[in-house]
Protein backbone atom coordinates (compact mmCIF):
# COMPACT_ATOMS: atom_id res chain seq x y z
CA UNK A 1 0.00 0.00 0.00
CA UNK A 2 1.04 3.26 -0.31
CA UNK A 3 2.67 5.43 2.03
CA UNK A 4 0.30 6.64 4.65
CA UNK A 5 0.52 10.68 3.50
CA UNK A 6 -0.62 9.45 -0.59
CA UNK A 7 -3.38 7.32 1.11
CA UNK A 8 -4.62 10.16 2.72
CA UNK A 9 -4.48 12.42 -0.17
CA UNK A 10 -6.50 9.82 -1.85
CA UNK A 11 -9.00 9.46 0.53
CA UNK A 12 -9.40 13.04 0.38
CA UNK A 13 -10.07 12.64 -3.34
CA UNK A 14 -12.72 10.20 -2.80
CA UNK A 15 -14.40 12.50 0.03
CA UNK A 16 -14.64 15.14 -2.68
CA UNK A 17 -15.83 13.55 -5.16
CA UNK A 18 -18.54 11.72 -3.24
CA UNK A 19 -19.51 14.99 -1.59
CA UNK A 20 -22.07 16.47 -4.20
CA UNK A 21 -24.14 13.05 -4.10
CA UNK A 22 -27.63 13.86 -2.93
CA UNK A 23 -27.72 10.33 -0.79
CA UNK A 24 -30.67 9.29 1.39
CA UNK A 25 -31.36 5.87 2.93
CA UNK A 26 -32.66 5.14 -0.01
CA UNK A 27 -32.08 6.20 -3.85
CA UNK A 28 -29.96 6.59 -6.47
CA UNK A 29 -27.61 8.83 -4.68
CA UNK A 30 -26.90 5.82 -2.45
CA UNK A 31 -26.39 3.57 -5.55
CA UNK A 32 -24.40 6.43 -7.64
CA UNK A 33 -22.34 6.58 -4.00
CA UNK A 34 -21.73 2.45 -4.06
CA UNK A 35 -20.63 2.76 -7.94
CA UNK A 36 -18.19 4.88 -6.97
CA UNK A 37 -16.76 3.25 -4.15
CA UNK A 38 -17.18 -0.08 -6.24
CA UNK A 39 -14.01 1.13 -8.37
CA UNK A 40 -11.63 1.18 -5.30
CA UNK A 41 -12.98 -2.18 -4.14
CA UNK A 42 -15.82 -4.96 -6.12
CA UNK A 43 -18.91 -4.63 -3.90
CA UNK A 44 -21.80 -6.80 -3.86
CA UNK A 45 -24.83 -4.99 -4.17
CA UNK A 46 -28.10 -5.63 -2.43
CA UNK A 47 -31.14 -4.30 -3.16
CA UNK A 48 -34.12 -5.00 -0.90
CA UNK A 49 -38.05 -4.10 -1.83
CA UNK A 50 -40.34 -1.61 -0.32
CA UNK A 51 -42.24 -3.26 2.13
CA UNK A 52 -40.15 -5.88 3.07
CA UNK A 53 -40.29 -6.87 6.74
CA UNK A 54 -36.66 -6.42 8.44
CA UNK A 55 -37.24 -7.39 12.21
CA UNK A 56 -39.53 -4.47 13.80
CA UNK A 57 -38.86 -2.50 10.62
CA UNK A 58 -40.97 -1.98 7.23
CA UNK A 59 -38.25 -1.25 4.20
CA UNK A 60 -39.88 2.45 3.47
CA UNK A 61 -40.82 3.78 -0.24
CA UNK A 62 -37.16 4.80 -2.04
CA UNK A 63 -37.03 8.19 -2.36
CA UNK A 64 -35.30 10.22 -5.86
CA UNK A 65 -35.42 14.35 -6.60
CA UNK A 66 -34.36 16.05 -9.58
CA UNK A 67 -34.80 19.48 -8.55
CA UNK A 68 -35.92 21.60 -6.18
CA UNK A 69 -35.91 25.12 -5.33
CA UNK A 70 -37.53 28.55 -3.60
CA UNK A 71 -37.82 31.86 -6.65
CA UNK A 72 -38.60 35.28 -5.83
CA UNK A 73 -41.18 37.02 -7.88
CA UNK A 74 -38.83 37.55 -10.48
CA UNK A 75 -38.10 33.80 -11.34
CA UNK A 76 -34.91 33.84 -9.22
CA UNK A 77 -33.62 31.10 -7.14
CA UNK A 78 -33.02 32.37 -3.71
CA UNK A 79 -32.90 28.43 -2.87
CA UNK A 80 -31.68 26.14 -5.05
CA UNK A 81 -31.00 22.52 -4.82
CA UNK A 82 -28.60 22.64 -7.55
CA UNK A 83 -25.89 24.26 -4.97
CA UNK A 84 -26.33 21.83 -2.65
CA UNK A 85 -28.06 18.44 -1.72
CA UNK A 86 -28.47 19.93 1.86
CA UNK A 87 -31.10 22.81 0.52
CA UNK A 88 -33.76 20.47 0.66
CA UNK A 89 -35.35 18.40 3.64
CA UNK A 90 -34.56 14.71 3.15
CA UNK A 91 -37.29 12.72 1.74
CA UNK A 92 -39.23 15.54 1.21
CA UNK A 93 -42.24 14.98 -0.73
CA UNK A 94 -43.42 16.67 -4.02
CA UNK A 95 -44.49 20.01 -4.36
CA UNK A 96 -45.16 22.80 -6.50
CA UNK A 97 -47.19 25.87 -5.04
CA UNK A 98 -47.27 29.70 -4.54
CA UNK A 99 -47.14 31.01 -1.21
CA UNK A 100 -46.58 34.34 1.10
CA UNK A 101 -43.23 34.01 2.76
CA UNK A 102 -44.98 33.75 6.12
CA UNK A 103 -46.80 30.68 4.89
CA UNK A 104 -43.52 29.67 3.55
CA UNK A 105 -41.74 30.17 6.84
CA UNK A 106 -43.24 27.12 8.55
CA UNK A 107 -41.38 24.64 5.50
CA UNK A 108 -37.94 26.38 6.62
CA UNK A 109 -35.05 25.15 8.71
CA UNK A 110 -32.37 27.55 9.44
CA UNK A 111 -29.50 28.00 12.28
CA UNK A 112 -30.02 31.24 14.02
CA UNK A 113 -26.76 30.83 16.07
CA UNK A 114 -24.81 30.02 12.92
CA UNK A 115 -26.42 32.60 10.27
CA UNK A 116 -24.43 31.55 7.31
CA UNK A 117 -24.19 27.80 7.78
CA UNK A 118 -27.26 25.38 6.17
CA UNK A 119 -28.41 22.69 8.27
CA UNK A 120 -28.97 18.76 7.60
CA UNK A 121 -32.40 17.94 8.81
CA UNK A 122 -34.87 14.56 7.51
CA UNK A 123 -38.18 13.94 7.59
CA UNK A 124 -37.80 10.20 6.68
CA UNK A 125 -41.33 8.45 7.98
CA UNK A 126 -43.24 11.43 8.43
CA UNK A 127 -44.89 12.92 4.95
CA UNK A 128 -43.14 16.62 5.01
CA UNK A 129 -41.67 19.20 2.49
CA UNK A 130 -39.06 21.86 3.42
CA UNK A 131 -36.09 23.34 2.59
CA UNK A 132 -33.22 24.28 5.06
CA UNK A 133 -31.00 27.24 3.97
CA UNK A 134 -28.61 30.08 5.69
CA UNK A 135 -30.20 32.33 8.23
CA UNK A 136 -28.51 35.03 7.17
CA UNK A 137 -30.15 34.15 3.55
CA UNK A 138 -33.50 34.05 5.18
CA UNK A 139 -32.99 37.29 6.77
CA UNK A 140 -32.56 39.07 3.06
CA UNK A 141 -36.19 37.65 1.82
CA UNK A 142 -38.36 40.28 1.47
CA UNK A 143 -42.35 40.03 1.91
CA UNK A 144 -43.99 38.78 -0.76
CA UNK A 145 -45.18 35.81 -2.81
CA UNK A 146 -42.17 32.59 -3.29
CA UNK A 147 -42.54 29.65 -5.82
CA UNK A 148 -41.57 26.53 -4.41
CA UNK A 149 -41.00 23.05 -6.34
CA UNK A 150 -39.68 19.77 -4.81
CA UNK A 151 -39.60 17.83 -7.62
CA UNK A 152 -39.33 14.34 -5.75
CA UNK A 153 -40.75 11.08 -6.05
CA UNK A 154 -41.57 8.45 -3.07
CA UNK A 155 -42.74 5.58 -4.62
CA UNK A 156 -42.29 1.30 -4.29
CA UNK A 157 -38.46 0.86 -5.10
CA UNK A 158 -35.60 -0.25 -3.24
CA UNK A 159 -32.98 0.01 0.02
CA UNK A 160 -29.52 -0.02 -1.73
CA UNK A 161 -26.81 -1.72 0.75
CA UNK A 162 -23.00 -2.81 -0.15
CA UNK A 163 -20.61 -5.58 1.17
CA UNK A 164 -16.88 -6.04 0.26
CA UNK A 165 -15.78 -9.63 1.79
CA UNK A 166 -11.85 -9.41 1.95
CA UNK A 167 -11.30 -13.76 2.63
CA UNK A 168 -9.34 -14.68 5.70
CA UNK A 169 -7.78 -18.05 6.63
CA UNK A 170 -10.74 -18.51 8.96
CA UNK A 171 -14.61 -18.14 8.29
CA UNK A 172 -14.95 -16.36 11.36
CA UNK A 173 -16.14 -12.51 10.74
CA UNK A 174 -15.13 -8.87 11.33
CA UNK A 175 -17.50 -6.44 10.18
CA UNK A 176 -16.81 -3.31 9.74
CA UNK A 177 -19.66 -0.86 8.93
CA UNK A 178 -20.40 2.68 7.61
CA UNK A 179 -23.21 4.61 6.52
CA UNK A 180 -24.05 6.39 3.54
CA UNK A 181 -26.83 7.91 4.27
CA UNK A 182 -26.09 11.29 4.13
CA UNK A 183 -25.92 13.89 1.28
CA UNK A 184 -23.16 16.61 1.62
CA UNK A 185 -21.29 16.03 4.87
CA UNK A 186 -17.66 15.28 4.80
CA UNK A 187 -16.68 13.73 8.14
CA UNK A 188 -20.18 12.35 9.03
CA UNK A 189 -20.32 10.14 6.44
CA UNK A 190 -17.91 10.41 3.96
CA UNK A 191 -14.65 10.22 5.86
CA UNK A 192 -15.60 7.00 7.29
CA UNK A 193 -16.74 5.68 3.40
CA UNK A 194 -13.48 6.39 2.29
CA UNK A 195 -11.56 4.81 5.64
CA UNK A 196 -13.46 1.80 5.40
CA UNK A 197 -12.30 1.64 1.35
CA UNK A 198 -9.00 1.96 2.10
CA UNK A 199 -8.81 -0.08 5.05
CA UNK A 200 -10.16 -2.75 2.62
CA UNK A 201 -7.90 -2.03 0.28
CA UNK A 202 -5.25 -2.78 2.55
CA UNK A 203 -6.52 -5.77 4.62
CA UNK A 204 -6.82 -7.53 0.77
CA UNK A 205 -3.08 -7.34 0.68
CA UNK A 206 -2.36 -8.45 4.05
CA UNK A 207 -4.05 -12.16 3.85
CA UNK A 208 -5.47 -11.93 7.33
CA UNK A 209 -6.54 -14.55 10.10
CA UNK A 210 -10.14 -13.02 10.19
CA UNK A 211 -12.36 -12.74 7.15
CA UNK A 212 -13.10 -9.30 7.39
CA UNK A 213 -16.87 -7.81 6.00
CA UNK A 214 -17.64 -4.30 5.12
CA UNK A 215 -20.73 -2.86 5.09
CA UNK A 216 -21.82 0.17 2.99
CA UNK A 217 -25.69 0.58 4.40
CA UNK A 218 -27.72 3.74 5.04
CA UNK A 219 -28.00 4.13 8.65
CA UNK A 220 -30.02 2.16 11.29
CA UNK A 221 -32.60 0.82 8.67
CA UNK A 222 -29.89 -0.50 6.50
CA UNK A 223 -28.27 -2.08 9.64
CA UNK A 224 -31.24 -3.82 10.66
CA UNK A 225 -31.78 -4.95 7.20
CA UNK A 226 -28.68 -6.43 7.14
CA UNK A 227 -29.11 -7.80 10.53
CA UNK A 228 -32.69 -9.70 9.49
CA UNK A 229 -30.64 -11.02 6.42
CA UNK A 230 -28.17 -12.82 8.14
CA UNK A 231 -29.73 -13.53 11.18
CA UNK A 232 -28.91 -16.99 10.67
CA UNK A 233 -25.28 -16.66 10.46
CA UNK A 234 -24.86 -14.11 12.99
CA UNK A 235 -22.61 -16.27 14.87
CA UNK A 236 -19.92 -16.17 12.81
CA UNK A 237 -19.12 -12.68 13.56
CA UNK A 238 -17.00 -12.31 15.98
CA UNK A 239 -15.79 -8.49 16.49
CA UNK A 240 -16.80 -5.50 14.64
CA UNK A 241 -16.09 -1.82 14.51
CA UNK A 242 -18.50 1.00 13.22
CA UNK A 243 -16.26 4.08 11.16
CA UNK A 244 -18.23 7.31 11.35
CA UNK A 245 -17.37 11.16 11.82
CA UNK A 246 -13.59 9.90 10.62
CA UNK A 247 -12.08 12.61 9.16
CA UNK A 248 -11.71 15.72 11.84
CA UNK A 249 -8.71 17.22 13.44
CA UNK A 250 -10.07 15.95 17.09
CA UNK A 251 -8.28 13.16 18.84
CA UNK A 252 -9.59 9.85 18.72
CA UNK A 253 -12.96 8.35 20.35
CA UNK A 254 -13.48 4.71 21.08
CA UNK A 255 -16.94 4.37 22.17
CA UNK A 256 -16.78 0.67 23.44
CA UNK A 257 -19.43 -2.48 22.79
CA UNK A 258 -22.55 -2.76 25.32
CA UNK A 259 -20.72 -5.85 26.72
CA UNK A 260 -17.65 -3.75 27.81
CA UNK A 261 -15.42 -6.02 27.40
CA UNK A 262 -15.90 -7.65 24.20
CA UNK A 263 -12.28 -7.84 22.73
CA UNK A 264 -12.53 -5.61 19.93
CA UNK A 265 -12.76 -3.24 23.34
CA UNK A 266 -9.71 -4.47 24.85
CA UNK A 267 -8.02 -4.24 21.76
CA UNK A 268 -8.57 -0.73 20.74
CA UNK A 269 -8.14 0.41 24.23
CA UNK A 270 -4.68 -1.40 24.44
CA UNK A 271 -3.39 0.53 20.56
CA UNK A 272 -4.63 3.83 21.67
CA UNK A 273 -3.03 3.43 24.83
CA UNK A 274 0.35 2.12 24.08
CA UNK A 275 0.36 4.57 20.48
CA UNK A 276 0.54 7.59 23.15
CA UNK A 277 -1.85 9.55 20.34
CA UNK A 278 -4.55 11.65 22.36
CA UNK A 279 -7.54 9.88 22.45
CA UNK A 280 -10.91 9.41 24.72
CA UNK A 281 -12.26 6.15 25.29
CA UNK A 282 -16.03 6.07 26.26
CA UNK A 283 -18.76 3.57 27.23
CA UNK A 284 -21.50 2.19 25.18
CA UNK A 285 -24.79 4.29 24.92
CA UNK A 286 -27.70 3.32 23.00
CA UNK A 287 -27.42 6.10 20.84
CA UNK A 288 -25.36 6.84 18.07
CA UNK A 289 -24.48 4.82 14.74
CA UNK A 290 -25.40 1.16 14.20
CA UNK A 291 -23.03 -0.12 17.05
CA UNK A 292 -26.45 0.38 18.74
CA UNK A 293 -28.11 -2.34 16.04
CA UNK A 294 -25.47 -4.74 16.68
CA UNK A 295 -25.10 -4.86 19.57
CA UNK A 296 -29.01 -4.93 20.48
CA UNK A 297 -29.77 -7.89 23.37
CA UNK A 298 -31.03 -10.55 20.76
CA UNK A 299 -27.60 -10.00 18.96
CA UNK A 300 -25.17 -8.59 21.80
CA UNK A 301 -22.42 -8.52 19.10
CA UNK A 302 -18.90 -7.40 20.18
CA UNK A 303 -19.43 -4.36 18.11
CA UNK A 304 -17.15 -0.80 19.15
CA UNK A 305 -17.49 2.71 17.15
CA UNK A 306 -14.22 4.17 16.18
CA UNK A 307 -14.11 8.41 15.37
CA UNK A 308 -12.23 11.22 16.26
CA UNK A 309 -14.49 14.10 17.59
CA UNK A 310 -18.01 12.12 18.28
CA UNK A 311 -21.24 13.09 16.48
CA UNK A 312 -23.10 16.14 17.64
CA UNK A 313 -19.47 17.21 19.36
CA UNK A 314 -18.38 19.45 16.80
CA UNK A 315 -20.45 22.68 15.54
CA UNK A 316 -20.18 22.02 12.33
CA UNK A 317 -22.03 18.70 12.94
CA UNK A 318 -25.27 18.20 10.30
CA UNK A 319 -24.04 21.46 8.83
CA UNK A 320 -22.78 22.69 5.26
CA UNK A 321 -19.58 23.70 7.15
CA UNK A 322 -18.95 19.91 7.47
CA UNK A 323 -17.42 20.18 3.92
CA UNK A 324 -14.29 18.62 2.38
CA UNK A 325 -12.10 21.56 4.24
CA UNK A 326 -13.19 20.41 7.29
CA UNK A 327 -11.85 17.01 6.91
CA UNK A 328 -7.17 16.35 6.21
CA UNK A 329 -6.11 13.60 4.30
CA UNK A 330 -3.64 13.82 7.44
CA UNK A 331 -6.66 12.86 10.00
CA UNK A 332 -7.88 10.42 7.50
CA UNK A 333 -4.94 8.50 7.29
CA UNK A 334 -4.34 8.53 11.17
CA UNK A 335 -7.82 6.98 11.84
CA UNK A 336 -6.95 4.29 8.44
CA UNK A 337 -3.69 3.68 10.56
CA UNK A 338 -5.49 2.87 14.21
CA UNK A 339 -8.00 0.64 12.34
CA UNK A 340 -4.58 -1.55 10.73
CA UNK A 341 -2.73 -1.29 14.15
CA UNK A 342 -5.85 -3.06 16.05
CA UNK A 343 -6.74 -5.29 13.20
CA UNK A 344 -3.82 -6.44 13.43
CA UNK A 345 -3.31 -7.25 17.31
CA UNK A 346 -6.61 -8.96 16.52
CA UNK A 347 -5.38 -11.10 14.08
CA UNK A 348 -2.84 -12.50 15.77
CA UNK A 349 -4.38 -12.35 19.40
CA UNK A 350 -4.38 -16.59 20.16
CA UNK A 351 -3.76 -18.56 23.24
CA UNK A 352 -0.73 -20.58 23.54
CA UNK A 353 -0.25 -23.62 25.68
CA UNK A 354 3.40 -24.23 27.19
CA UNK A 355 4.89 -27.57 26.32
CA UNK A 356 7.49 -27.23 28.58
CA UNK A 357 5.31 -26.80 31.60
CA UNK A 358 8.09 -27.24 34.39
CA UNK A 359 10.41 -25.02 35.17
CA UNK A 360 11.67 -22.75 32.69
CA UNK A 361 13.06 -24.14 29.57
CA UNK A 362 16.21 -23.58 28.25
CA UNK A 363 15.95 -21.03 25.76
CA UNK A 364 19.98 -20.65 24.97
CA UNK A 365 20.92 -24.03 23.58
CA UNK A 366 17.55 -23.31 21.31
CA UNK A 367 19.35 -20.68 19.88
CA UNK A 368 16.46 -18.35 21.44
CA UNK A 369 18.65 -15.79 23.03
CA UNK A 370 20.89 -15.96 19.82
CA UNK A 371 18.18 -14.79 17.64
CA UNK A 372 17.66 -11.47 19.63
CA UNK A 373 20.99 -10.65 19.01
CA UNK A 374 21.76 -7.04 17.96
CA UNK A 375 18.28 -6.03 18.87
CA UNK A 376 18.21 -2.40 20.66
CA UNK A 377 15.26 -4.34 22.91
CA UNK A 378 16.67 -7.74 23.39
CA UNK A 379 16.41 -7.54 27.12
CA UNK A 380 12.77 -6.53 26.43
CA UNK A 381 12.30 -9.11 24.22
CA UNK A 382 13.57 -11.54 26.07
CA UNK A 383 11.43 -10.74 29.09
CA UNK A 384 8.25 -11.39 26.44
CA UNK A 385 9.48 -14.80 25.98
CA UNK A 386 9.27 -15.82 29.68
CA UNK A 387 6.25 -13.80 30.11
CA UNK A 388 4.56 -15.61 26.73
CA UNK A 389 5.76 -18.82 28.21
CA UNK A 390 4.57 -18.17 32.12
CA UNK A 391 0.77 -17.50 31.11
CA UNK A 392 0.69 -20.08 28.03
CA UNK A 393 -1.69 -22.18 29.88
CA UNK A 394 -4.54 -22.31 27.55
CA UNK A 395 -6.23 -19.64 29.13
CA UNK A 396 -4.43 -16.05 28.26
CA UNK A 397 -4.54 -14.38 25.13
CA UNK A 398 -1.30 -12.71 24.26
CA UNK A 399 -3.29 -9.44 24.60
CA UNK A 400 -3.52 -10.70 28.34
CA UNK A 401 0.40 -11.45 28.26
CA UNK A 402 0.63 -7.74 26.86
CA UNK A 403 -1.46 -5.96 29.35
CA UNK A 404 -0.01 -7.47 32.41
CA UNK A 405 3.42 -7.55 31.40
CA UNK A 406 3.19 -3.66 30.00
CA UNK A 407 5.45 -4.64 26.78
CA UNK A 408 3.93 -4.00 23.74
CA UNK A 409 2.14 -6.18 21.53
CA UNK A 410 4.32 -6.90 18.41
CA UNK A 411 7.21 -7.35 20.91
CA UNK A 412 4.94 -10.46 22.73
CA UNK A 413 3.21 -11.44 19.28
CA UNK A 414 7.22 -11.99 18.27
CA UNK A 415 7.98 -13.65 21.05
CA UNK A 416 5.65 -16.00 20.95
CA UNK A 417 6.43 -16.58 17.31
CA UNK A 418 9.69 -17.64 18.07
CA UNK A 419 8.53 -20.08 20.85
CA UNK A 420 6.43 -21.32 18.60
CA UNK A 421 8.84 -22.06 16.30
CA UNK A 422 11.39 -23.68 18.96
CA UNK A 423 8.36 -26.19 19.62
CA UNK A 424 7.77 -24.43 23.00
CA UNK A 425 4.23 -23.84 22.83
CA UNK A 426 1.15 -24.42 20.80
CA UNK A 427 -1.73 -22.96 19.76
Given at each position: ??????????????????????????????????????????????????????????????????????????????????????????????????????????????????????????????????????????????????????????????????????????????IVSCHVCHPSLANDNLAGIAVATFLARALAQEKPYYTYRFLFAPGTIGAIT??????????????????????????????????????????????????????????????????????????????????????????????????????????????????????????????????????????????????????????????????????????????????????????????????????????
Amino acid sequence: MAPMTAVGEEMHALVERLYPLCRSITGDGVRATLEIVGECVPLRVHEVPTGTQVLDWTVPQEWNIRDAYIADSSGKRVVDFAASSLHVLGYSVPVSATMPLTELREHLHTLPDHPGWVPYRTSYYKPEWGFCLAQETLDALPDGDYEVCVDSTLADGHLTYAEHVVPGQIADEVIVSCHVCHPSLANDNLAGIAVATFLARALAQEKPYYTYRFLFAPGTIGAITWLARNAERIEQVKHGLVLACAGDSGRLTYKQSRRGDAEIDRVLRHVLATSERPHHVTEFTPYGYDERQFCSPGFDLGVGSLSRTPYAGYPEYHTSADNPDFVSPEAMADTLAVCREAFAVLDRNRRYVNLSPYGEPQLGRRGLYDSLGGRSDAKQAQLAMLWVLSLSDGEHSLLDVAERSGLAFDLVAAAAGALHGAGLIKA
